[in-house]
């Protein structure tokens, strides 16, 4: 079986797991609802919303690409949330959301 290959910043992940459209479009919410709530002059928000992002972002890569919690923390924390929102924005394209 083929895997869809996902290009990100010179490096190829095979894509094992691509979410559903209603995966993508409760993503979205979530992902509204939380910069919704960020405050930027709260450090305690702010810690929240990172904590949340890097959870999603650790989701995402561990059932998409099949990383496993070492390979994830091999990545840098910048490129893990780069690599996962770059990935959510191609499959709300790919799905024309």
Same mark, same amino acid.
């Given at each position: 079986?083929e895997? &869809?290959?996902?290009?990100?910043?010179?490096? @190829?992940? =095979?894509?094992?797991?691509?979410?559903?459209?209603? @995966? &993508?479009?409760?993503?979205m919410?979530?992902?509204d @609802?939380?910069?919704?709530k960020?405050?930027?002059?709260?450090?305690?928000?702010t810690?929240?919303? *990172?904590e949340?992002?890097?959870?999603? /972002?650790? /989701?995402?890569?561990?059932?998409? *690409?099949?990383m496993?919690?070492?390979?994830?923390?091999? &990545? @840098?924390?910048?490129?893990r949330r780069s690599? =996962?929102? =770059?990935? &959510?924005?191609?499959?709300?394209? =790919?799905?024309?959301?």
């Amino acid at each position: 079986m083929e895997h &869809i290959i996902f290009h990100h910043n010179g490096k @190829e992940y =095979a894509v094992y797991d691509a979410l559903t459209l209603d @995966e &993508i479009k409760t993503i979205m919410k979530m992902s509204d @609802e939380r910069d919704r709530k960020l405050n930027p002059l709260n450090s305690k928000s702010t810690r929240k919303y *990172f904590e949340d992002t890097d959870k999603m /972002a650790a /989701a995402l890569l561990r059932r998409c *690409f099949h990383m496993t919690d070492s390979q994830i923390s091999d &990545i @840098e924390q910048i490129e893990r949330r780069s690599l =996962a929102s =770059a990935f &959510i924005r191609f499959l709300r394209s =790919a799905n024309g959301l």
